[in-house]
């Protein structure tokens, strides 16, 4: 992209190397998966000798990964300061618990009616807001960091409130009211609210002491220029040190049916650029900031797929079609989430957006 705009004139060089070309890192771990469910017979014994609650240690240890260095980022601190825009909190809470589950419910729907376990993925995926990567895009795309940690923080307390009952009545409620059939979706309330709470509390608790404790002995700028950055990447390793073993596992059932993959994409794929544009869409409407515009775009377009295959796992187990259907997400979210935010910053160039909100000093 040529651009007389300094802020936007590197985009993709503000990546690291990890993350600039993780589409290809994920490919590469499915490949290696699917060969080491190959070459190692008895892998899933071997996994299932320890378990965290109904989740080997090695998968358990590969999701704490995913979670722990996202959550030790967030200034919590400075939250308090930082809700004076009501109209981007409203907007994001409308568009990541109202909006968000109930199209990916209608995409799961729509597009897989005949394939229960993947269709449950799906909607168990539209239920994890995304705490994660969104701090990557949202910096890429110029968008608002305080913002951004201020959403991140509220996405991580409603998902543990929230979650399992955003869970049944989408799993089981709202089909009921719709009558469409649900008998072949089986879980538990108490499974999901339990996998939540081991998979994001536990970390969310740990994150917060970690920058709690290491800003008071060290100083914010050390804990945010030496010791972020050094647990950053630990969160990627994690994801393709869970894909590489989800895969190990799942390797018979992908082989053998390729297209499930591609149905799994399909929605997904619609999903994000859906629900990015009627953020975006919105918030120009809302009379928000380009910075504070994009931040709310990409934290409702994005999910928390660490959650959802943490969920998925520990509800109906790591060979689950719900599983796989977590694990295809982030293979399909990386590239699309980077493309938009050069439509990001088209839009903002395109409609002459203001760097602050109306109304705002």
């Known amino acids: 992209m040529s651009t007389s705009d300094p802020v936007e ?10 993350d600039r070309f993780l589409p290809l890192w994920i490919a590469l771990a499915m490949a290696a998966g699917l060969l080491l469910g190959r070459l190692v017979p008895g892998l899933d014994t071997a996994l299932g000798a320890v378990k965290v609650d109904e989740t080997s240690l090695p998968i358990a240890i590969g999701l704490f990964a995913m979670m722990y260095p996202v959550l030790a980022r967030v ?27 109930a199209l990916m ?34 910096d890429l795309a110029c968008g608002d960091r305080e913002a951004g940690a201020l959403l991140v923080a509220i996405n ?3 998902q543990i409130l929230a979650y399992a009952l955003l869970g049944t009545f989408y799993l089981a409620i709202l089909p009921g009211w719709l009558g469409l059939d649900t008998q072949d979706v089986q879980f538990s309330t108490w499974e999901i609210t339990k996998a939540v709470l081991i998979f994001l509390g536990i970390p ?17 700028r050390w804990y945010d220029d030496v010791f972020s950055p050094k647990i950053a990447p630990i969160a990627l390793y994690g994801l ?9 596992l799942q390797g018979n059932a992908i082989t053998s049916e390729p297209l499930s993959v591609v149905r799994i994409a399909v929605p997904l794929l619609a999903y994000f650029i859906i629900m990015w544009f009627t953020s975006m869409v919105l918030a120009k409407l809302a009379g928000l900031s380009y910075p504070r515009a994009a931040t709310v775009a990409f934290t409702a377009a994005g999910n928390n797929f660490e959650l959802a295959i943490a969920v998925s796992i520990g509800v109906w187990g790591i060979t689950s079609g719900e ?13 699309a989430l980077v493309a938009l935010v050069y439509v990001s910053l088209w839009l903002r160039r395109r409609w002459r957006w203001p760097s602050t909100s109306k109304g705002s000093a």
């Not at 939250?79 to 618990?97: F, K, P």
Request: glycine share 10%; net charge positive; charged share 15%.
């Open 105 to 138: 419910f209608a995409l799961a729907w729509i597009f897989l009616p005949d394939e229960p376990a993947f269709r449950t993925g799906l909607i168990v995926i539209g239920l994890a807001r995304c705490i994660a990567m969104v701090l990557i895009w949202n």
């Open 323 to 335: 599983a796989l259907t977590g694990v295809v997400g982030p293979l399909i979210e990386v590239p």
């Open 156 to 158: 991580s307390v409603f």
């Open 240 to 248: 393709l040190f869970t894909i590489v073993i989800l895969f190990a």
């Open 204 to 220: 969310l608790v740990a994150g917060y002491l970690t920058r709690r404790i290491g800003v008071a002995r060290r100083g914010e």
């Open 9 to 18: 004139s590197a985009v993709v060089g503000r990546l690291s190397t990890l």
């Open 75 to 101: 200034k919590y601190e400075d939250i308090g300061h930082l809700t004076g825009d009501r109209r981007m909190l409203w907007l994001s809470l409308i568009l990541n618990w109202l909006i968000g589950p």
